[in-house]
């Protein structure tokens, strides 16, 4: 999962070497915090969050298809 986040969030931006992702596990929720260069920030969230909305989207149908769930935070 960490794999295909990186790979979304990497083809989005202009400095794909300050994609970073933390992944913290817990009892039924594995959450995922992305951090990335200030100038990219808004091309990750995009027009009204909608790129955000559409990666968490994926996220969530992966997540949901393994039996787990799983959140993303876009940290600034």
Do not use: C, H, W
């Amino acid at each position: 999962m960490k794999d295909l986040i990186e790979f979304m969030v990497k083809a989005l931006v202009d400095d794909p070497s300050e994609v970073s992702i933390t992944e913290i596990s817990g009892g039924k929720v594995t959450i995922y915090e992305l951090r990335v260069a200030k100038s990219d920030i808004g091309k990750v969230i995009g027009k009204r969050g909608r790129t955000a909305g559409a990666i968490r989207t994926i996220i969530n149908a992966v997540s949901t298809k393994q039996g787990k769930r799983a959140e993303l935070e876009i940290i600034e």
